[in-house]
């Protein structure tokens, strides 16, 4: 079975600054790793994911995101951050044999002008 | 850019009632899925689908619950007798394949029960 800790509910971040929301996970098995943004009142968008490979990984609009597997994370990152980056941010992880992908609470990221 | 679809967007039903929420997944995608949220929770696994009958489900897909594929676009999921707590975003998704692709969410069903 898989879980996915994401323990920052809200994060303020002025505009054009940088962010980082943090995910961790545990799986007994390897696993893949998703983010996706959900924005006001639309269904869920896939930022990025890791598959295999390379363990920085870059996404849409600017984000980035970084497979740590000994200490199972995978936090996004975006260098500086705009007014339509306002959104709710998942992450979710599927291990490997399994169909099902594993969310965690999100995290609502909020840009103040 | 393929998508999947959703409909209706918001349904609005009695207790008690039976609902079919719509899907129609990315065309050459061979497994299907649905999730719910409920509000200000979690996304969470409903079932998979896939070749016609139901690959995994979650100690939620109880029996009130059903997926169907009807035909060769659709794929839809039957809630027989709602309750109120069945209130939430229902998310239809589907993969082009089981292990290493990622699932394409639609847009979301907000089921409302009262």
């Known amino acids: 079975a898989q879980s996915v800790t994401q323990l920052d509910s809200q994060v303020p971040v002025f505009e054009e600054a940088p962010v980082e929301l943090r995910c961790n996970y545990s799986?007994?098995?390897?696993?893949?790793l998703f983010w996706y943004v959900q924005y006001p009142n639309q269904g869920l968008q896939l930022l990025l994911k890791?598959?295999?490979?390379?363990?920085l990984v870059k996404g849409i609009n600017g984000f980035e995101a970084e497979f740590n597997k000994s200490q199972t994370s995978f936090h996004l990152r975006k260098p500086s951050v705009h007014i339509s980056d306002t959104a709710e941010y998942f992450c979710?992880?599927?291990?490997?044999?399994?169909?099902?992908?594993?969310f965690g609470t999100g995290t609502r990221l909020t840009i103040i002008p | 850019e393929p998508e999947v679809t959703q409909t209706p967007s918001h349904q609005v039903t009695q207790m008690g009632q039976e609902v079919i929420l719509r899907c129609v997944p990315i065309?050459?995608?061979?497994?299907f899925y649905w999730y719910r949220q409920i509000l200000g929770q979690k996304v969470e696994f409903l079932v998979s689908?896939?070749?016609?009958?139901?690959?995994?489900k979650s100690e939620i897909f109880d029996d009130q619950f059903s997926v169907e594929r009807p035909d060769g676009s659709n794929f839809t999921l039957k809630i027989r007798s709602t309750k109120l707590e069945d209130s939430a975003m229902y998310f239809c998704?589907?993969?082009?394949?089981?292990?290493?692709?990622?699932?394409?969410f639609g847009q979301g069903t907000r089921l409302t029960v009262v």
């Open positions: 890791y598959l295999s490979g390379s363990t």
């Open positions: 799986s007994s098995v390897s696993v893949y």
């Open positions: 979710a992880v599927r291990g490997f044999g399994n169909e099902k992908l594993t």
């Open positions: 689908f896939y070749n016609n009958e139901i690959s995994e």
């Open positions: 998704a589907s993969s082009e394949n089981r292990l290493n692709t990622e699932a394409f």
């Open positions: 065309s050459n995608h061979l497994y």
